[in-house]
């Protein structure tokens, strides 16, 4: 089972950019597709985005409305890595960050991931 180290995050003002990152050991990453997740204060972890393998559908991408156009998920399965770009930043994405990782099920439940990151807190300032 693959473990996943996040880096990056920190505290930003709005309109603001950060990435975080999401690096991948003892299995390879090609194997998972990678989901973020967030969750503040108070409140239950939600999906962000995901990017999937290169099964199917190849590479493609999926992000929640609030941060569709502003968030970018990658991945470089050469360097075992996925990233979340985060641009257009406003205090409402206050929250601590997950990289996670599936083989399969379905990408908006936090349940259907085999893998966690251990989190990272992003704060944004108004």
């Known amino acids: 089972q693959v473990q996943l180290v996040q880096s990056g995050g920190g505290l930003v003002q709005a309109g603001g950019s950060l990435r975080l990152s999401c690096a991948a050991s003892?299995?390879?990453?090609?194997?998972?597709?990678v989901g973020w997740f967030r969750q503040a204060p108070g409140k239950e972890r939600e999906f962000v985005a995901i990017?999937?393998?290169?099964?199917?559908?190849?590479?493609?991408?999926s992000y929640a409305s609030s941060v569709k156009g502003r968030f970018t998920v990658s991945r470089d399965d050469a360097k075992n890595m996925a990233y979340l770009q985060m641009s257009d930043l406003n205090p409402e994405d206050t929250a601590v960050y997950y990289c996670a990782a599936q083989r399969s099920g379905s990408p908006w439940s936090a349940a259907e991931y085999q893998s966690w990151g251990q989190g990272t807190q992003v704060t944004v300032s108004s």
């Open positions: 990017i999937w393998n290169g099964g199917s559908p190849s590479f493609s991408t």
């Open positions: 003892g299995e390879a990453l090609i194997n998972y597709a």
